[in-house]
């Protein structure tokens, strides 16, 4: 059976596959109960429902599986409900020891990137708020398909430059096959229930005009 592939914007419908899709992603099972996991992809996709001008979701045979988020920085102003259920999904988490231990780990990385973006010394217009796929759905051309909207938007916008960040959990290489180039890095000892890891965080961004996707 050929497979239906479509590209939509975000619909409320959507937010149980695509919080499912960040726990996978981001292995949150690993390191937490699978309750703490389910509320910290509902924080984290939340999160980054604040963040964005522009949603584009991959949908196979009916089913979510791959977003990707921009955001036009001068224009973004988010939406009182969306602030909403971000904060009430902050409070869910907080509500459990296990879950005010992981959170640390939440603003541990926000102030990673704040301090990478301050280093960076780059005026950016545009940012590339959040992109996955469902591990189950790579390899068919999505994250491509996907990317290319989000410069497509930048370009309708008269945005000429956006920046994204990633660290080495992620398919970092993806956004160097797709054009982007590595502005800042810094590595850091990361402490997950006092088990320690190195990680590497990164910005990549991307010069319309300069670069295609190939």
């Known amino acids: 059976m050929n497979e239906q592939i479509i590209l939509r914007e975000y619909q409320k419908t959507d937010h149980q596959a695509l919080e499912n899709i960040v726990r996978e992603a981001w292995k949150y099972d690993r390191f937490c109960s699978p309750k703490t996991a389910a509320k910290m992809a509902k924080v984290y996709l939340s999160s980054c429902l604040t963040n964005q001008t522009f949603t584009k979701v991959a949908e196979i045979n009916g089913e979510p599986v791959g977003i990707i988020m921009g955001k036009d920085i001068e224009n973004h102003k988010c939406r009182l409900s969306l602030r909403m259920k971000w904060l009430k999904s902050i409070v869910s988490l907080y509500i ?81 096959h797709m054009g982007l180039t590595r502005r800042c890095e810094k590595k850091q000892i990361i402490d997950i229930k006092g088990e320690k890891g190195d990680m590497t965080f990164f910005i990549y961004d991307y010069q319309i005009g300069e670069k295609k996707v190939q």
Do not use: H, W
């Open 96 to 176: 459990s020891k296990e879950g005010r231990e992981i959170s640390k780990i939440f603003a541990a990385v926000q102030g990673i990137d704040k301090a990478l973006l301050s280093a960076c010394k780059e005026k950016y217009k545009g940012e590339l708020a959040f992109f996955a796929i469902s591990e189950k759905c790579r390899g068919k051309g999505l994250g491509k398909k996907l990317f290319q909207t989000v410069v497509d938007y930048m370009k309708s916008q008269d945005i000429s430059n956006f920046y994204l960040f990633t660290d080495t959990s992620c398919n970092y290489p993806f956004y160097e």
